[in-house]
């Protein structure tokens, strides 16, 4: 988030926002970094952009007011504060949505760092004024070790080092939560530990190379080698949908149908409207490039006209005022969510059974028992031997993964078929219930982390509230019920996330690889 207001000083936040991008761009695990961008951020922007993009790191550049706040816009591009307060009582409520870390690059921002570190894991920010040259130097080096696959703590000291001739390397000041929130389920840290060694473990086979006899071995396994370097891509393009399709619910269609019933009457509808509609048009866009690729075929994503359709209607409903054409929009991007994402996720599942993991495994086995009687490099091999291991692990994670992904995405389908009708009627629930309440039991089983145990009691009181026939404890429950499995299932389609973009990263070794043996 980047904030120059017209009345202050400006900075050169347009390189420092460039130089970020670069170094994610350059950086060997860039697969995993999206960068947003968020300019002349107001009050109301600085939530709505959390909300949107649901990060893991918060960047802000911009000015530092110390104990007033951050410097935000006003309507008239003028400068407002964001005071501590504020900021810690927000994220508060945005950690339960991931966010890991707040960087404020601005003057005097220690105090906000300070208090957000009660709630996010890492706060960062600076106890005096700070140049600019400094602050685009910290971030850059900040985000190449992040970009490295280093951890957040690392990340800052190596900032902070490259502060040391400008004489401004005590500016930044590191803060962390007193009990760090780890992330769950505990395999998404393991499998990109297990990523960083396959990669290593396939940058250590293409130094074999050079062996006569290793080479061969390779060129024997060639076509296992072709087949998982395109069954990773094809199971990454799945994800990337059910991702965009996730976020077209959750961020763009829920807000869009509740400013149907104040359209167009409500002034701050069609404002709101709008901003759903450039929400909207980016879905799109990026629905769309992932449709062109070569590995998805014209059937599997001939729904996307539809979305396109859908956003056509919207900009001529906000056009027109026109209540018929906002019904239209609402109608297709209903029909593409009820129908889509349990498809894909069934192709997302076949991608995933058919993925020859266990070939690599094979292929590199064999491979590791021809260095066990060579002389080549004992550390290389070593560190060969530690990728064969990772390729393990990975192959479980991806398996436990899709598993919890399936069974998280058949309950989520179930509470959204209720949810449709539940307003005027809870005879659809009740009569439900016994089977969801199984299907969510047999998820949770006996496992007494936070979010089974808390999903478990908001169960428990839907279940009784049902038994009494209490219609105003039904909805209120369930609504609860709904918002908890959601944010569950939003974790795991994270996690597979994270691990489809772990998958890409070993999938360039790989290709390389291939190259190489062409």
Avoid at 22 to 49: G, H, I, N, P, T
Avoid at 233 to 244: I, P
Wanted: charged share 25%; proline share 2%.
């Amino acid at each position: 988030m980047a904030v120059n207001p017209r009345n202050t000083s400006q900075l050169r936040l347009d390189e420092e926002v460039r130089e970020i991008a670069e170094a994610l761009r350059r950086a060997s695990m860039r697969e995993q970094f999206k960068l947003e961008e968020k300019w002349a951020v107001r009050s109301q922007d600085f939530y709505r952009a959390i909300l949107d993009t649901q990060p893991q790191i918060i960047h802000f550049c911009g000015h530092g007011a110390g104990v007033d706040g951050i410097v935000l816009e006003d309507e008239t591009g003028q400068a407002a504060f964001l005071q501590t307060e504020s900021l810690s009582s927000m994220f508060e409520l945005f950690v339960t949505k991931g966010v890991e870390c707040v960087l404020l690059n601005g003057c005097y921002s220690q105090v906000q760092a300070e208090a957000i570190s009660q709630h996010v894991n890492y706060a960062i920010g600076m106890n005096r004024t700070i140049g600019d040259r400094a602050a685009i130097n910290f971030a850059v080096a900040f985000y190449d070790a992040l970009g490295a696959g280093e951890e957040i703590e690392f990340a800052f000291k190596l900032g902070c080092s490259q502060l040391i001739g400008i004489k401004e390397h005590e500016t930044p000041v590191f803060t962390k939560k007193s009990t760090i929130t780890q992330a769950k389920p505990s395999f998404i840290s393991v499998s990109e530990n297990s990523t960083r060694r396959v990669k290593s473990g396939l940058d250590a086979l293409k130094e074999f190379m050079a062996e006569p006899e290793l080479r061969d071995t390779v060129v024997a396994f060639r076509n296992d080698f072709e087949t998982v370097c395109e069954q990773i891509e094809l199971l990454a393009n799945y994800k990337d949908l059910h991702d965009l399709l996730h976020t077209l619910e959750f961020q763009c269609y829920g807000g869009i149908v509740q400013e149907a019933r104040r359209f167009p009457d409500d002034e701050t509808a069609l404002d709101i409207l709008m901003d759903h509609e450039l929400t909207l048009e980016h879905i799109v866009d990026q629905v769309r490039e992932v449709a062109i690729q070569k590995m998805l075929t014209t059937d599997e994503t001939k729904w996307v006209k539809d979305l396109e359709l859908a956003l056509e209607q919207l900009h001529l409903a906000i056009e027109n005022s026109d209540t018929r054409q906002l019904k239209k929009s609402v109608w297709l991007i209903n029909r593409v969510l009820a129908i889509q994402p349990s498809r894909i996720n069934t192709s997302l599942n076949t991608a995933a059974r058919a993925l020859r993991l266990p070939a690599l495994v094979k292929a590199m086995s064999s491979l590791r028992n021809q260095l066990q009687n060579s002389q080549l490099e004992q550390e290389k091999a070593s560190q060969f031997q530690s990728g064969v291991d990772a390729i393990v692990t990975l192959s479980y994670a991806l398996t436990t993964l899709v598993k919890n992904h399936n069974d998280w995405q058949e309950i989520d389908l179930e509470l959204r078929r209720i949810e449709a009708n539940f307003d005027r009627d809870t005879f659809e629930l009740e009569m439900s219930w016994p089977d969801l309440k199984a299907m969510a039991e047999s998820l949770c089983g006996n496992s007494i982390e936070e979010w089974a145990v808390s999903f478990q009691e908001d169960g428990d009181k839907l279940d009784k509230a049902i038994a009494v026939q209490d219609p105003v404890k039904v909805k209120r429950f369930f609504r609860s019920y709904r918002r908890r499995a959601g944010e569950r299932f939003y974790r795991i389609d994270m996690a597979l996330k994270r691990l489809c973009g772990n998958l890409r990263i070993v999938g360039e070794p790989l290709a390389s690889i291939v190259r190489m043996i062409s």
